[in-house]
């Protein structure tokens, strides 16, 4: 089976050609990426390279050549997410290809979303499933990665100021969700499966600031503040007014529990527990 990485030059995108090269044969996998930065560095893996971005359906059309399976790595959000979106599933269809995988987000409502860019995951689920694809859709929770940006550089003088109240999310580390989404493609046709990638425990910015005291010898404290306050403070430091829109949408699901289911599916396809908050905050803040 010839598997088709998109996005292969991100960090999810890289940790599952990362694990794909240990579980198939390297010339089974293929790699559509964006920018040259690793181009490099996955070519010397031996891996079949095409570059060009969602919007260059030409390139995709190329890449797709001879493909069983392609993963669709969601895009950013700089342009039409969706469009680019519906471009790669569309071209997969056109050129003969019998499975797709897409990399979602698992959240519990899309009812009651207050992200709204959440919601083109969804309609990209939507669109996939229309599209007479067979497919794997992986709905990954929140990287635990992104916890030194969320509570910022000076944490350990200033604490945690979110407007998250007690809220919880179900952190995972990326690279994990990279892992088990390699095995599942290595091992498992596209069957029309949903799996949740979540980890075993959900974690407050309670649970966060315990622990980040625990392993720095440092008192950290939470700050559940409202959305104003936070608004304002945030202001001060010069964030981008979208970018601080996006921070209160994500920390409004938060609080409202769109983020805190748990399932067993990450264990199960990675085949061990994942790490723990207290593990992964160790290592990301090279504790």
Same mark, same amino acid.
């Given at each position: 089976?010839?598997?088709? /990485?998109?996005?292969?030059?991100g ?9 794909? #090269?240990?579980? *198939? ?21 031996? *891996? ?6 969602y ?6 059309k190329?890449?797709?050549?001879? /493909?069983? &399976?392609?993963? #669709? ?5 700089q +342009? ?8 790669? @599933?569309? &071209?997969?269809?056109?050129?003969g ?13 899309r ?17 996939i499933?229309? !599209? ?8 990954? &929770? #929140?990287?635990?990665?992104v916890?030194? @940006?969320? /509570? ?7 604490g945690?100021f979110?407007?998250? +109240?007690? +809220?919880? /999310? ?20 596209c ?24 392993? !720095? ?19 001060l430091?010069?964030?981008p007014?979208p ?9 409004t699901? *938060? ?6 289911? @748990? ?8 085949g061990?527990?994942? &790490?723990t908050?207290?593990? +992964?905050?160790?290592? #990301?803040?090279?504790?």
């Open positions: 089976m010839q598997i088709l /990485v998109t996005g292969a030059t960090n999810l995108g890289f940790s599952v050609i990362e694990t794909l #090269l240990k579980n *198939i044969p390297t010339e089974n996998i293929s790699a559509f990426v964006r920018g040259e930065e690793k181009i490099s560095e996955i070519k010397a893996k031996g *891996i079949n390279v095409f570059q060009g971005d919007d260059n359906v030409s390139a995709l190329s890449a797709m050549a001879n /493909v069983d &399976t392609v993963l #669709l790595i969601s895009a950013g959000d +342009g039409d997410r969706m469009q680019q979106h519906r471009n790669v @599933i569309d &071209t997969a269809k056109k050129s290809v019998k499975n797709i995988a897409y990399t979602s987000r698992a959240m519990r409502n009812e009651t979303l207050a992200h709204q860019l959440m919601e083109e995951h969804f309609l990209t689920e939507d669109y499933k229309k !599209s007479g694809l067979n497919y794997t859709i992986f709905r990954n &929770t #929140l990287y635990m990665d916890l030194p @940006i969320f /509570v910022g550089k000076n944490v350990f003088e200033a945690i979110q407007p998250a +109240g007690d +809220g919880k /999310v179900a952190f995972a580390l990326r690279k994990e969700m990279g892992e088990a989404i390699a095995n599942v493609l290595s091992n498992e046709d069957q029309n499966k949903t799996y949740k990638f979540t980890n075993n425990e959900a974690y407050s910015f309670y649970d966060i600031a315990k622990a980040l005291t625990t392993l !720095s010898g440092k008192e950290v404290k939470y700050n559940p503040v409202n959305i104003s306050t936070f608004q304002e403070r945030m202001r430091t010069g964030i007014k970018m601080l829109q996006k921070v209160v949408e994500f920390n699901d *938060i609080e409202n529990g769109q983020e805190d289911e @748990i399932t067993n599916d990450l264990e199960n396809k990675l061990r527990k994942p &790490t908050l207290r593990e +992964g905050l160790k290592t #990301l803040f090279e504790l």
